[in-house]
Every structure is written in structure tokens, then in C-alpha cells.
């Protein structure tokens, strides 16, 4: 499975910003895709992301200004971010759960936010 991202970029606060991840590959052993980031000096954090069940999970810090949806048939997964603050500076990574334990990453994109 491969998997990449498009859409970082440089906003300012208040702005939005939509991600989108393409898969490719084996996409057949994906069970469930979703969001991450990683700001600098932290650890890599869920935003988003589908469950196994259908429904969706996101981040308390995006709840309601963040938004992921999927399109089957394009095998993409996207994340359109609205009202973004600088706290939400980092690189987003896609990130793929699949068969066998298996998961994926994308190469991330960074996303700036200034104040």
C-alpha cells in the first residue's frame, strides 16, 4: 500500500486548508484510513480518522472545524480543515490500518499556520 498526501501548505489563522490522501497498491487489505500529525518537539497524534464500525473519531482539539471524509471509488481519504489556529502547525501524515496488523504511512505534509 502506498499512500500520498497533497494540500499543505502555508494559511493564516482562521483559514482552511483541505488534505488529501491517494492510495494505491494493495487497497484491498485497508481496513480503516485516517489523519495524524506530529508538531515539532511532540509526539505524532491522531486527528482523524474512520473506525472499523463506519463512523469517524476525531482529536477533542478539532472536533467541529476539522472534517474527514472518503471517497471509494478514488481510494482517497481527505480532511478539510477549517478555522485553523497555529496550534494546529505540524506535518500531517495519512495513515492506512490494514490486514495482518499492518499499517501505513504516507510522507507527511506540513501545514503552517500563522497568527
Known amino acids: 500500500v502506498q499512500l500520498q498526501a497533497f494540500g499543505g501548505g502555508l494559511v493564516q489563522a482562521g483559514g482552511s486548508l483541505r488534505l488529501s490522501c491517494a492510495a494505491s497498491?494493495?487497497?484491498?487489505?485497508?481496513?480503516?484510513m485516517g489523519w495524524y500529525r506530529q508538531a515539532s518537539g511532540k509526539q505524532r497524534e491522531l486527528v482523524a480518522a474512520?473506525?472499523?464500525?463506519?463512523?469517524?473519531d476525531y482529536a477533542d482539539s478539532v472536533k467541529g472545524r476539522f472534517t474527514i471524509s472518503k471517497d471509494n471509488a478514488k481510494n482517497t481519504v481527505d480532511l478539510q480543515m477549517n478555522r485553523l489556529k497555529p496550534e494546529d502547525t505540524a506535518v500531517y501524515y495519512c495513515?492506512?490500518?490494514?490486514?495482518?496488523?499492518?499499517?501505513?504511512w504516507g510522507k507527511g505534509t506540513l501545514v503552517t499556520v500563522s497568527s
Open positions: 495513515h492506512a490500518d490494514a490486514e495482518r496488523g499492518s499499517d501505513y
Open positions: 497498491g494493495s487497497i484491498f487489505s485497508i481496513n480503516v
Open positions: 474512520f473506525t472499523s464500525g463506519g463512523s469517524t
